[in-house]
């Protein structure tokens, strides 16, 4: 059996930030907010294959350590980008000068 992966941001969250980073075009923090949540489906892919029975239930185990360590760099990571950047982090908004900066790039010609 796996631990429960530890989540700063829920899954909702995490899809604010992609939804930012699409609409005001920084993939950045989308990128990480990507990749957590594909690991937390790896995580949970190791879990389902570790109650299906016996057979290389250490390997699985393995790789649910793995993905959890991951999981938690990527959070201390994505903590680090939003607070670097500026964003908002009780709405998870991208700060209104990365937005500008945007503009700018969208009117240069």
Do not use: F
Not at 87 to 108: A, H, N, V
Request: with cysteine.
């Amino acid at each position: 059996m796996t631990t429960p992966l530890a989540r700063r941001y829920d899954d909702a969250e995490l899809r604010r930030i992609i939804e930012q980073g699409l609409i005001y075009m920084c993939a950045c923090p989308a990128q990480v907010a990507e990749q957590l949540l594909k690991l937390r489906g790896l995580h949970g892919y190791q879990a389902d294959c570790m109650e299906q029975g016996p057979v290389s239930a250490e390997a699985h185990r393995s790789i649910a350590i793995a993905t959890a360590r991951a999981h938690d760099e990527l959070e201390n990571c994505l903590d680090e980008v939003l607070a670097i950047e500026g964003w908002d982090r009780s709405t998870l908004t991208m700060p209104e000068g990365l937005r500008r900066l945007r503009d700018e790039r969208i009117d240069q010609p």
